[in-house]
């Protein structure tokens, strides 16, 4: 059975970090390019970083960068994403999933195998 499960969510006061886990079972996670998305509440999901599986090459939106770091074991089979200097307005659900890729404009596409996602809360 194909399944990402993501962990690492919880509660954190702004300026902490926090480091999230997508893990896969049932296949390779090598073999695909992985977006982390969040929804926070009454917005929309939007994208926030993504690794590419050939070259490694990462994406950010511009207000994770320099505090977001994706990154990816292809050994344990699990990508992460680091989360540096939170803010209040990480707040949100975060999802993984296997995607084909990011356009310059931040769009990404191909979107297949999804995670249930795990909550972030930043607050003090």
């Known amino acids: 059975q194909v399944q990402l ?20 079972s049932g296949f390779t996670l090598d ?4 977006g982390w998305f969040r929804q926070a509440p009454g917005k929309e999901r939007e994208g926030v970083s993504c690794i590419n599986n050939n070259d490694g090459t990462t994406y950010y939106r511009d ?15 699990v990508v992460y994403l680091q989360m540096n200097s939170l803010k209040p307005e990480d707040t949100a659900v975060y999802y993984c999933a296997t995607v084909l890729g990011v356009t310059t404009q931040g769009n990404y596409y191909g979107m297949d195998h999804w995670g249930k996602g795990t909550l972030v809360t930043v607050s003090s």
């Not at 320099?66 to 074991?73: E, P, V």
């Open 5 to 24: 499960v993501e962990s690492g969510g919880g509660l954190v006061q702004p300026g902490g970090s926090l480091r999230l886990s997508c893990a896969a």
């Open 31 to 34: 073999y695909y390019s992985i």
């Open 63 to 77: 207000s994770v960068k320099g505090r977001f770091t994706i990154s990816r074991d292809n050994a344990k089979n």
